[in-house]
């Protein structure tokens, strides 16, 4: 169920891989992705998987709609009426509340500051990450009181399998000259974690890399290897009392 887990004191964090959920085909089998296409009942059987594991009632695992943007919205409990809301970062000061950032290639950023009681999830892609949505997201952690904030940064497709076209790269590379790369063939590419990363480090948070690129390793989800496929998250709580 898990490519990787880690705890810091009342801190959390996993990124999920695809063995232990209930899809079929290929959404084999955790694919906690409700909008690729996979039966809605297997999604939730995966949600509510994870969930447990992280140690929350299904209710208090919580999912963003996700549009490659750069909005982090702050959240004290679980989604009301409306449901989620349309961004791609989410924050909270409130225990038992556990965030998720949904991937099949993009960087899923899990932030934390224990002694203040902060956590945060985000999925950067791309456009995430040339938007700088990183930035949001430390600021709002920061008006919540966090001080002293520390990064996982998981899995994603790594800059050797991520070919852009030059004009695409150039751009990414504007924002942030890390994320400048080449492809296996040669050809223009981007590291989009790489610029997270430097990102990170820019807004004075200590980051732990996972490693491992999403298209090259079988165990997790990848768009630009499968096309039709799942997605695995980043989940990160801060356990309650």
């Known amino acids: 169920m898990f490519f990787a887990r880690g705890q810091s004191g009342p801190v959390h964090w996993g990124f999920t891989d695809r063995e232990g959920g209930v899809s079929a085909g290929e959404f084999g089998s955790l694919n906690l992705g409700g909008h690729v296409g996979d039966d809605p009942q297997a999604v939730e059987t995966n949600r509510t998987r994870v969930a447990e594991a992280m140690g929350v009632d299904r209710g208090h695992l919580l999912f963003l709609q996700q549009c490659h943007g750069n909005e982090v919205v702050v959240v004290d409990g679980p989604w009301d009426g409306a449901g989620a809301p ?9 225990p038992g509340v556990a965030l998720a950032a949904l991937v099949a290639d993009c960087t899923p950023v899990l932030l934390a500051d224990p002694a203040a009681g902060v956590v ?11 938007s700088r949505i ?9 008006e919540l009181g966090a001080q002293e904030i520390a990064a996982v940064v998981g899995p994603s497709v790594c800059g050797r399998c991520y070919e852009v076209p030059p004009q695409m790269r150039d751009a990414a ?11 296996w063939t040669g050809t223009a590419a981007v590291d989009v974690a790489s610029g997270v990363v430097a990102q990170l480090h820019a807004n004075d948070v ?19 290897r499968d096309g039709r496929t799942g997605r695995f998250a980043g989940v990160v709580v801060l356990a309650a009392s």
């Open 120 to 130: 945060g999830a985000v999925h950067a892609g791309r456009p995430g990450m040339t």
């Open 206 to 224: 200590a980051v732990q890399w996972v490693p491992g690129c999403a298209r090259e390793d079988e165990r997790l989800y990848s768009y630009r």
């Open 173 to 183: 590379a504007a924002v942030s000259p890390e994320s400048a790369a080449v492809s």
């Open 134 to 142: 990183v930035d949001t997201a430390v600021a709002r952690m920061r």
């Open 86 to 94: 349309r961004a791609d970062g989410v924050v909270t000061a409130t």
